[in-house]
């Protein structure tokens, strides 16, 4: 299961949604960057697109031709490395189609940027396999949003458009989710997650 602990620069919903899309149904032979990994079993890699796969393989691919036409994504760089047996970190910056292209310089900083993270797993940062919000249905972010900004239970049923009891359920459903159980305990927790409910709901 792939759980986003950070995703943003996405221009719409629109343009994000084949990305979504492939990370709930995709397979690694789809992407070539993936392909190439599940080939070459890297412990650790950071690298610009080009220099991990060629034009040619690039342009060819499926899911690179959709996400030109979809995301206006074209150029990758990315930073791939094992967490354990099961788990695995991957950093990965995109450019729109037309944008320079990554150069070795972003290289180095997505290496550092990768290396920092991998230090503080478990310990600063929450595990990757904490709770996350990509795994929300869109009502369940709209009360937590409305949570988030201060709104009661009936007041986020009003601006929702749902029942009271609706949104008491949805509130239950995020504790769960969350693994807390009071109101403070999942405001607490989600407060980080404001950034992305502002630029999804």
Known sequence: MVRTFGDVGWASSKERRPYDQWVSTGRPEENPISAKIAETRPAAITAVRRDFVDDSTWNR??????????????????????????????????????????????????????????????????????????????????TLKCLLEGDSEKQAAMRTGVGVHAVHDHVKRLHRHFGVSSRGELLARCRRLWPILERDV
């Open 61 to 142: 691919a499926s899911l690179v031709q959709s996400f030109r036409e979809a995301a206006h994504l074209d150029d990758v760089v990315f930073s791939f490395s094992l967490v354990d047996e099961c788990r695995f970190l991957l950093l990965v910056g995109q450019r729109d189609v037309g944008d320079r292209r990554f150069t070795q310089r972003d290289r180095n900083v997505l290496d550092l940027i990768s290396s920092e993270v991998r230090r503080h797993l478990g310990s600063k940062l929450e595990s990757l396999d904490a709770p996350s919000i990509s795994e929300l249905p869109l009502r369940l972010r709209g």
